[in-house]
């Protein structure tokens, strides 16, 4: 089993910047896929924001999603099994609660992860 924990969303006017983390617990290996996704509404079909994987030494594989791309950045600390999400240049419309996911596989798909975090609101107002 995997335990995510996210933190750091919040309330923020529109242009402003959010940094999300994920701290990793449990049977965590530094070659699982971390991926970001987000929901609004609730019941919503979560949606695909940005994922990373660690392929060793430098070498790191990213993903992100067209809305995001050149605005957000997603990183990660195999040290400290955390994952993190820097939000810049943010717009109302990114207002979602934000999942942190993992995985074995590279995928943009939420149905293909096992593991999820709880979820972090970020609210963005115009």
């Known amino acids: 089993q995997v335990q995510l924990v996210e933190s750091g969303g919040g309330l923020v006017q529109a242009g402003g910047s959010l940094r999300l983390s994920c701290a990793a617990s449990?049977?965590?290996?530094?070659?699982?896929?971390m991926g970001w996704f987000r929901q609004a509404p609730p019941g919503k079909e979560r949606e695909f924001v940005a994922?990373?994987?660690?392929?060793?030494?430098?070498?790191?594989?990213?993903d992100y999603a067209d809305s995001v791309k050149g605005r957000f950045t997603i990183s990660r600390d195999n040290a400290k099994n955390t994952v993190y999400l820097q939000m810049n240049s943010l717009k109302p419309e990114d207002t979602a609660v934000y999942y942190c996911?993992?995985?074995?596989?590279?995928?943009?798909?939420?149905?293909?992860?096992?593991?999820w975090g709880q979820g972090t609101q970020v609210t963005v107002s115009s």
């Open positions: 994922f990373i994987y660690w392929k060793g030494g430098n070498t790191y594989y990213t």
């Open positions: 996911a993992a995985d074995l596989r590279m995928t943009t798909d939420s149905n293909q992860y096992d593991y």
């Open positions: 449990g049977r965590t290996a530094s070659n699982i896929v």
